[in-house]
């Protein structure tokens, strides 16, 4: 119990009219009658706060949050008594969640309902508590404020943010993935599957024409292909201390796994199996699979994975690999290097590419770019140019040697991977190089 400011108030009056009573001796017993009046007053309603009951509520929210995006949480609060509760609600929420709409202040009727709407933005994925809901209740005159926390407690999970892939499901099935800047290339015709005979149209290679079937039909037809099915795609996940950067609030393990689970999803649409292995921090291995629930299963598995403080080895996430993924797959390895790390990724590549299809994705900082497009004004701003900029020479001679070596290497910004990724994979797959 906690006395409220009205209280606090009266009492500072009754100390002020006794302290008036050392030079107004009259006033001694409107002093002693105004306490008296106070006393009871606050006595009464202390009692009066003891007997009013809890409220009951009920927290209702999704399963999981997505990372970095505002999402709603309602809370009902229920008055099953016979008296008038007012109320302060505040949801124990994690510390270090961003809030919208908390506290809330309740007026309650006899056998009424409200409800309190607020917003949380996590900051990062994993498990986090709620350990249940803060109530103040005021006492019937406000003299008194009784605060106890209140259930439901629950266990809460960040899930990183698929909001990519909800936008990827609508323009799909509108067919309007050019939005997303995945781009649909002309299919080569090697190293796919024949779906079905169809007319010849204008810009048809000759080579898709179907003599047999233009003879029958007495006019031109073609075969029409489509990207081979039933192959697999296994994701290298660097968890390792690189991966700990963030760009413009976002870690690059972060913008990886929204990367992963988009192509994952993209992927599984076009009848592959995807699995997972991760490196440099925890040890996580998912075997391709291909039914529909492939998805939401790296999800379930990865949502709380953060970046370690070990230093990543590639080459012996290859070897793990190799033992394995027996079978041929596209394999894209997500990292971030430096110039310690080239030697060792090149042996990972090579000793991947024996038996199957190698893509590097390496994430650079976007704080590399913002410093060569910086004006140069000083002595400083021109050595640093020249450091940056040869670094970043060195990185594109050393993934210039990756790509001699039969390895595609993408060099990206972390906002650029999720398109450039899908992408990849398309041209891969109309290319028949799998």
Not at 216 to 222: E, S, V, Y
Not at 288 to 311: F, H, I, M
């Amino acid at each position: 119990m906690h006395p409220r400011p009205p209280l606090i108030h009266a009492l500072a009056i009754w100390t002020a009219v006794g302290l008036a009573t050392v030079w107004l001796p009259w006033t001694w017993p409107l002093w002693q009658g105004l306490g008296l009046l106070i006393a009871a007053l606050a006595l009464g309603d202390l009692l009066a706060l003891h007997r009013l009951p809890d409220p009951r509520i009920t927290r209702r929210m999704g399963r999981a949050l997505p990372l970095g995006a505002w999402s709603q949480v309602t809370l009902e609060v229920a008055n099953g008594s016979d008296q008038r509760l007012r109320l302060s609600v505040h949801d124990l929420h994690p510390g270090e969640f961003a809030v919208r709409g908390l506290p809330a202040d309740l007026d309650l009727p006899a056998r009424h309902q409200g409800r309190v709407d607020y917003r949380l933005r996590p900051p990062s994925r994993g498990d986090f508590p709620l350990t249940g809901c803060a109530v103040a209740t005021r006492s019937p005159l406000g003299l008194w404020r009784r605060t106890r926390v209140l259930p439901p407690a629950q266990p809460l999970r960040v899930f990183p943010n698929f909001a990519e892939i909800s936008r990827y499901t609508l323009l799909a099935a509108s067919d309007q993935l050019a939005q997303l800047g995945v781009r649909r290339l002309r299919r080569l015709g090697r190293g796919a599957e024949f779906h079905q005979l169809r007319e010849y149209r204008e810009g048809d290679s000759l080579r898709r024409i179907d003599w047999k079937a233009t003879s029958r039909m007495h006019k031109l037809i073609a075969r029409e292909y489509q990207d081979e099915r039933d192959q697999r795609l296994v994701f290298l996940l660097d968890c390792g201390r690189r991966m700990r950067h963030r760009d413009q609030g976002r870690g690059h393990l972060d913008e990886a796994l929204n990367a992963l689970l988009l192509l994952a999803y993209v992927a599984v649409r076009q009848g592959d199996a995807v699995g997972l292995m991760t490196y440099g921090g925890p040890q996580r291995w998912f075997a391709p699979r291909k039914e529909p629930g492939t998805v939401n299963r790296l999800l379930q598995g990865l949502y709380d994975l953060q970046p370690s403080l070990e230093a990543a080895d590639p080459l012996v996430a290859a070897r793990a690999l190799l033992a394995a993924m027996p079978r041929r797959a596209l394999v894209v390895v997500l990292t971030n290097s430096r110039d310690e790390d080239q030697e060792g990724l090149a042996q990972a590549a090579q000793l991947l590419r024996r038996r199957h299809l190698v893509v590097i994705a390496d994430l650079r900082e976007a704080a590399l770019d913002r410093a060569l497009e910086a004006p140069i004004a000083t002595l400083d701003d021109a050595l640093r140019f020249h450091a940056v900029h040869g670094w970043l020479a060195e990185r594109q001679h050393q993934q210039e040697r990756l790509r001699h070596l039969g390895i595609q290497v993408l060099d990206l910004l972390p906002a650029q991977l999720p398109i450039a990724l899908v992408n990849r994979y398309f041209e891969i797959k109309r290319a028949g190089t799998l």
